[in-house]
């Protein structure tokens, strides 16, 4: 990937805080909380962190602690995540809880979050902390709505701007505070980083039904047997007719689907017109996205950061 | 209880900010969070806090909310080692777990940590923030040590050191720190709390054998059951005979355990005499943390703390 290679020098700094901050005893937990990250992450929330630095005048550098200590937090709602939703891939490799059994993992967790706090820099914790709060808050509605079947797409956004804009929101907005940012330059941000993060889910969502298996490094449509009301489950369950709406519900209810299932409930969101939607909904965020940026003035860390954002909609894993 | 009666306006200062902190959306998560906390917890974090910053001469309210987010972070710790130890009962209710299910209760437990850090004075957070690293480490320590049968007393303490010590040694830490007492006061209070800790501990797995069912909230012997390798255990595996040692390694080997297992490994116990070895080693702590509190000068402060001392090994729940 383009980009990657570009930003491949802030990937290893912020990987080398990661393993600088994972060491100690006992080994067991320590293996528990780096596995994931050893896995190979994209990292997107360190390199907005610290271009969302350098754009308000920082140095992108000063921030290598502070993107790592968010990607520990990422990693460890991955961990919780999994845990919740019984998945036992992720990024290719067994989850933590697979591994080491639910304790360590759910503790190997714990373990990430308090690192996070350990590194961060002390004007962002609290943005840190307040993220956090709503990461649980939206992981919380996700669940819920699995056991609905009325789920209304501002719910659907409301529900992905907690579980995944915000921390994406704090990861510019924290790089934004500490390279020393006007508020305007914050705000600014702080909303590009929460446009990106919708986008980012809503992409995460189309892939989860679209991508090729292995890139994924999870199984294709697990949604889909989950019954997660996703923003593709949700328009598909409003386009469709009476006969096929109820033929999707009841593959969304069943908690074990067949390949056919899985197959048939994909074709109907293709004929639904819900991915397309889907699709055009990304591209909307990445477009309001762009207009938050050009409240900053014109700089190298800019054109990354829409690198960045053009990224997300366009990538295949 | 003399002294929660004594420092009841300090309870309910506490008290307010956690209720304060504890309100969201989604109703089922907040529910989940608040659960413990209402069930009554006895608060000695928080006033250890609040009375460790006042006896270096700062205002003991002003930690108030500082207390607030170590007992929400003490609350986090209880929900997800109940979810860990397969435990159904807490403080004579249900488990949050056990009323919400292992996913809500993984997500209780995070947002009271997420919230802990959005409370807590920013003077606090990295000491909250190491301390639960170590709490974390502790409990691996405390569940890999169930299926070992020849751990030392040096491991058990720094087991309970990390599991319990750490927590009560930041509250005093961070009351101290806010007061702004010298490094010396610090110091001799973070000792202090220390070494309560460690009493608190012992006192608490004799307690697990020795008390009333009810008082105590959950079963008696449940550490038997368990086969975790507290003091108790630890000591009685040192002295007992062959045949008798054989004997209580096979009770704390068994997943489950009849009552007149449990029964009978509290009688090996007692007639190894490792519950009043474990009594002395508690009372020792306490001593120490005397001392500890002999670098302070005399006040109203120190003298409750005194009295919280004496309270942990003296306390029957």
Chains 1, 2 share one sequence.
Request: hydrophobic share 40%; with cysteine.
């Amino acid at each position: 990937m383009d980009l990657l290679e570009k930003l491949e020098k802030e990937r290893r700094a912020v990987n080398l805080e990661v393993q600088k901050t994972l060491v100690g005893k006992p080994d067991r937990i320590y293996s528990a909380a780096k596995h994931l990250c050893l896995a190979g992450g994209k990292m997107v929330r360190p390199m907005l962190c610290m271009l969302s630095c350098e754009a308000v005048g920082g140095k992108r550098m000063d921030v290598a602690r502070t993107g790592a200590a968010i990607e520990l937090m990422h990693t460890f709602t991955l961990i919780h995540d999994d845990i919740m939703d019984g998945d036992v891939l992720r990024r290719g490799q067994p989850s933590v809880h697979k591994l080491y059994g639910v304790p360590t993992a759910i503790l190997a967790g714990d373990l990430l979050f308090s690192k996070a706090f350990e590194i961060c820099d002390p004007r962002a914790y609290r943005i840190l902390a307040r993220a956090t709060s709503e990461i649980c808050e939206g992981q919380e509605l996700d669940i819920s709505f699995e056991t609905r079947t009325n789920v209304s797409e501002d719910e659907y956004v409301e529900m992905i701007r907690k579980k995944t804009g915000v921390l994406l929101e704090a990861a510019c907005e924290s790089g934004a505070v500490v390279g020393g940012g006007t508020d305007e330059q914050v705000e600014a941000l702080a909303s590009f980083g929460q446009s990106i993060g919708l986008a980012f889910q809503i992409q995460d969502d189309i892939l989860g039904v679209t991508a090729d298996e292995e890139k994924l490094g999870k199984p294709v449509g697990n949604d889909i047997v989950k019954g997660k009301k996703n923003l593709i489950a949700i328009k598909a369950l409003e386009a469709l007719k009476e006969k096929e709406r109820k033929e999707l519900l009841g593959i969304l209810a069943k908690k074990s689907n067949t390949d056919a299932e899985i197959k048939r409930a994909i074709e109907l969101f293709q004929d639904s017109g819900s991915i397309d939607y889907c699709k055009k909904k990304a591209r909307e965020y990445i477009k309001k996205s762009d207009s938050s940026l050009h409240e900053l003035k014109d700089s190298t860390a800019r054109k990354e950061l829409k690198l960045i954002a053009d990224y997300v909609v366009k990538r295949d894993l």
